[in-house]
């Protein structure tokens, strides 16, 4: 088997943060599916926080040990 090049990582460049928050709403979106893929094939229990560069938080939890932010009754 021949052995395959790979790219190297780096980051983003500082002049185009649109396609910084473009790149990591892509990723950010495969990586919860597979999250939800490895809860739903191995039945187990994940949790998965992300923050974006402008500092939101994405969040996915598969158990009932890390139960998703659900709002109250009566606004509380």
Known sequence: MDEEKKKATK????????????SFSK????????AHK??????A???LVAFSP???????????RYPSQKKKKNGR
């Open 45 to 47: 229990e994940v949790a």
């Open 54 to 64: 402008s500092g939101l938080a994405t969040k996915f939890s598969s158990g009932e």
């Open 11 to 22: 980051r983003i460049d500082d002049d185009v943060t649109r396609r910084r928050a473009t």
């Open 38 to 43: 490895i809860s739903a094939f191995c039945d």
């Open 27 to 34: 990723r950010s979106r495969s990586l919860l599916r597979k």
